[in-house]
């Protein structure tokens, strides 16, 4: 945080006026001087307060400002007039004032969450995305008009992004750091601070809380179980399934050596049991009835194979209905704060988590299409606990601070060099690693047992570190702030899709009598021995920026700067020699080539303006780019997917290689194939070309102190994204407009009269290129594309009244398109996964299905105290608007892009497009 301003007396500017700021909390001071212009400027203070203020010059009497909070990442103005008095050297005159509430500096869309806003925020969750809700133009946590990936994420500076990007927006499934450790929180959606970035959403900044000169504590609990849930859906009634939450928490912190040395911890544990699906087999009491939950298969028929499994592979399916998990979670965060002077501030704070939660398996079968009706999960079927999995969530972040004050006060330098590991393995409850298997019964999932087909050895590991250094000094109405920044990202994947093999069979007595599988898959390693090999790659990015605060008067600043981030990537694949050598319509690509270094600039312009000169009536805004991020699996998986590390082997009907064997390997190849040999079907490729997303973000807003102490805000935020990150199957041969003679939908179609009409290249499921009766080979290429904007306009309303009782209401009108919502984990997914008219290639603007037109939020609490040493908090939180993004399309592929049925509707302009047909119905 940051205090600034000017002292003045008599019409004039003081030079020399000493200013010191104590964080009476801690007894930690910060001072100053002015400058030749009078103006002073204390950066790196500490976030919070209350703040105790002094300001003196010889001749003068001293004034005080008390009870001054500060907001994180804000500049908080405070311009005095001393007044001369007759007092000899030595005596002091004290004015005890308060300082106004209504002074941010600040040029941007964002909004503040204070420690006492946090304590009072209702939250089911207990994550940072409950809180961040406070922001009006956010729907959960998409915020600003950026999806859940776009936002970046900090506390004390360290990265709490799910870099590698598969779940949520926070690594720990949502919930890495108790909200009883934080202090406060920013959000941040226009900072024209150029010392923020990473995001094209909005910048999130936390810090934790640290020790006091008072020893302070506090012991929680939070408990809930299936009890406090319905078991009623309309007129029907169903029997919870056993559920239960229990979480305990403690908090501690004071001082090591008074004024000087101070510590916090807070540690939580939380025991969850999480109830398993609910359906149940169907008994002849009982039979199936998919609207009451009884599913298709019987319980006999379910203990029958049960049985049989592990009665001849010992193979244990576990439970498979009326069934529950253990869901565990530990979260441990420290910190000590070191006054090593006036000048110089250290903290260090190191945070953990452990959690791991149940899955049921997955539901695809990619890279197979449609080789059966409906999937594994549907009410169709029923499948065994032990096909499951756990998915677990370890987050460990070390972050260090110092701040020094330099040159008396006029320079302040901040070090700061911290470190997050994201480590999120999978495991399963089995005794055994076993082939997966989907028994069909009429061409639909009957049941399903082994290994989760995506869970062997699966892995997700980031290891982050950035080293960065500001430093800040004043000359004249220039405030300047140059600095630099290191990051280096080591990404490391394990992904073997059908890692212990997998077999569809039409029926169970093909299963137990030895009949070869419909279909059959597998991926194996290509490091000898076929030891698993694990996909990885680094990724560094060096950044400098430079920042000019003008003050022109009282009233107006401008803020300038411009930063360049230069990306780098390593190189650490080999190259694919047959698919270096095939030419995709003009274009070749490398599977050993990550994108090209570029250096991207951001330049930001932000201003503020005190129009009544007393804070009352400001008017801020600005304009400037911001580079984000794309999520680490989509760059991981050219390393993963490209044949050189590992091959996966698919095979339909006839090339089956044989029958059920419980073996894994059993149909590896008998010799390991040469490196490089086997066309990979799908493969990931990065353009060389590629750049990070940038958006052109800018604001305009006005705040007002309105009558009874209300305070307003109006404010207009536009985005232009300039980079787009945008997938293209480049395996697809051109295809052409349909003129159907009567016929109005003229959309792209691709060829279909065979596969090589469509593709450029066909493979075999050897791996083999062929020439008839193949699969297309498809490179799914990450590139560039732009038009995608966002803009909204909210009004805001709040007040804090004497008496303990707060109110914030506000309205946010919203509009944004998008070539694609940023969704999908694969890259293949991400291509496949938007409603489009003319084939997933196609670049279309549609509405963006994560930002809601109109939003109200209402924010309302209450602190009573009573019986001298106790207070009860009652808050309310209201989250309304029109929810959800719709899209009609045909349940096939009409496009023929293989990308599955997204392709939208075509709805008739007028009844001139619509052709009646007389019917008859008996």
Do not use: C
């Amino acid at each position: 945080s940051t205090l600034s301003g000017t002292v003045r007396a008599d019409g004039e500017s003081i030079i020399g006026a000493t200013i010191v700021a104590i964080h009476q909390p801690s007894g930690a001071q910060y001072g100053t001087v002015t400058n030749a212009d009078g103006r002073y400027n204390l950066t790196g203070l500490r976030a919070g307060g209350p703040y105790r203020i002094e300001y003196s010059y010889v001749g003068y009497a001293k004034e005080v400002y008390e009870g001054v909070q500060l907001s994180l990442g804000e500049i908080f103005n405070l311009n005095v007039i001393l007044k001369e008095t007759a007092v000899q050297i030595g005596e002091v005159s004290v004015v005890a004032n308060r300082a106004p509430e209504f002074n941010s500096e600040r040029n941007g869309a964002a909004i503040n969450i204070s420690s006492t806003q946090i304590s009072r925020m209702p939250t089911v969750s207990r994550s940072i995305n409950d809180l961040t809700r406070l922001t009006p133009q956010a729907n959960g946590n998409q915020i600003g008009g950026g999806n859940y990936r776009q936002n970046y994420i900090t506390v004390d500076g360290a990265a709490f992004n799910n870099a590698f990007g598969i779940g949520t927006n926070l690594p720990g499934n949502g919930s890495p750091v108790s909200i009883d450790a934080l202090d406060q929180i920013s959000v941040n959606i226009t900072p024209f601070d150029i010392r923020q970035s990473g995001f094209i959403g909005a910048s999130i900044n936390a810090v934790t809380k640290s020790g006091t000169n008072q020893l302070k504590g506090s012991v929680y609990t939070y408990l809930q179980n299936e009890k406090y849930k319905g078991n009623k859906v309309g007129n029907v009634e169903f029997d919870r399934s056993p559920a239960s939450y229990n979480m305990y928490g403690v908090s501690l912190g004071g001082p090591i050596i008074k004024n000087k040395l101070f510590f916090f911890l807070n540690y939580e544990k939380e025991k969850e049991e999480v109830p398993g699906p609910s359906r149940i087999a169907a008994t002849t009491s009982k039979p199936a009835d998919y609207n009451n939950n009884i599913a298709r298969p019987t319980e006999d028929e379910m203990n029958m194979i049960s049985k049989y499994l592990l009665d001849n592979y010992g193979y244990e399916t576990g439970p498979y209905q009326n069934y529950s998990f253990e869901s565990p979670a530990v979260r441990l965060t420290a910190r000590l704060d070191w006054n090593i002077s006036q000048n110089h501030k250290f903290n260090i704070r190191y945070s953990y988590h452990q959690s791991k939660s149940p899955s049921n398996p997955s539901a695809s079968v990619s890279p197979f299409s449609s080789i059966y009706t409906g999937n594994r999960t549907a009410m169709d079927a029923m499948w065994f606990k032990n096909s499951g999995y756990f998915q677990e969530r370890n987050f460990t972040t070390l972050s260090a601070e110092l701040n020094s004050n330099l040159f008396n006060g006029k320079g302040l330098n901040t070090l700061r060099v911290t470190y997050s590991f994201q480590d999120e393995p999978r495991s399963t409850g089995a005794n055994k690693d076993f082939p997966f298997v989907d028994i069909l019964k009429d061409n639909k999932v009957f049941t399903s047992f082994g290994t989760e087909l995506f869970s062997y050895g699966n892995l997700r590991e980031v290891k982050t570190i950035t080293i960065t250094d500001d430093y800040n000094f004043t000359i004249g109405q220039n405030n300047f702030t140059a600095g630099v920044q290191y990051e280096h990202n080591n990404t490391k994947n394990g992904f073997m899709r059908f890692g212990t093999s997998f077999y569809v069979f039409n029926s169970w007595d093909d299963f137990v009598n030895g009949a070869k599988p419909k279909n059959y898959a597998v991926t194996f390693s290509n490091t000898p021995g076929y030891e698993q090999a694990f996909p990885s790659f680094e990724f560094q990015q060096f950044t400098a920026y430079i920042q000019d605060k003008i003050t022109f008067s009282q009233k107006f600043n401008v803020t300038a700067g411009i930063r360049a981030d230069l990306p780098t990537y390593s190189q650490p694949v080999a190259e694919h020699p047959i698919i270096a050598s095939l030419d995709f319509g003009g274009k070749k690509y490398s599977t050993a080539t990550l994108p090209k270094q570029s250096v991207l600039l951001s330049p930001r312009l932000g201003f503020n303006y005190d129009i009544n000169g007393d804070r009352t009536l400001v008017l801020r805004g600005g304009s400037g780019i911001f580079t984000g991020r794309v999520p680490f699996v989509w760059i991981v998986g050219q390393v993963g997917d490209a044949g050189m590390i590992q091959t996966t082997q698919t095979y339909s009907g006839n090339d089956v290689p044989g029958s059920f064997n419980p073996d894994p390997r059993a149909y590896y190849p008998t010799t390991q194939p040469v490196v490089g040999t086997i066309v990979p079907q799908t493969f990931t490729v990065i353009d060389p070309d590629f750049k990070l997303p940038q958006s052109w973000k800018s604001s305009l807003a006005l705040d007002a102190q309105l009558p009874f102490g209300v305070k307003g805000t109006l404010e207009g935020i536009y985005n232009k994204d300039i980079n787009t990150a945008f997938f293209v199957n480049r395996g697809l041969k051109e295809g052409a407009y349909m003129k159907i003679p009567g016929y109005a939908d003229h959309r792209y179609i691709y060829q279909q009269t065979t596969n090589l009409d469509k593709y450029y290249y066909l493979r075999n499921s050897a791996g083999d290129l062929v020439q008839s009766g193949g699969s297309g080979v498809s490179p799914i290429v990450l590139e560039n594309r732009k038009g995608d904007y966002y803009y909204s306009i909210t009004g805001k309303l709040e007040k804090t009244f004497d008496n303990g009782l707060y109110a914030m209401v506000a309205y946010t009108y919203s509009a944004a398109k998008n070539l694609v919502d940023g969704a999908g984990d694969q890259a293949a997914s991400a291509w496949n996964g938007n409603a489009n008219v003319n084939g997933a290639n196609s670049a279309e603007l549609s509405y963006a299905s994560y930002v809601i037109p109109e939003k109200v939020i209402a924010n309302l609490s209450y602190r009573f105290e009573y019986l001298k040493n106790f207070a009860t908090t009652v808050s309310l939180f209201y989250d309304g608007g029109i929810q959800g993004r719709y899209s009609y399309v045909y349940s096939t592929n009409i496009a023929r892009d293989g990308a599955g049925s997204n392709n939208l509707l075509y709805v008739p302009k007028d009844a001139s497009e619509i052709t009646f047909v007389n019917q008859t119905v008996k």
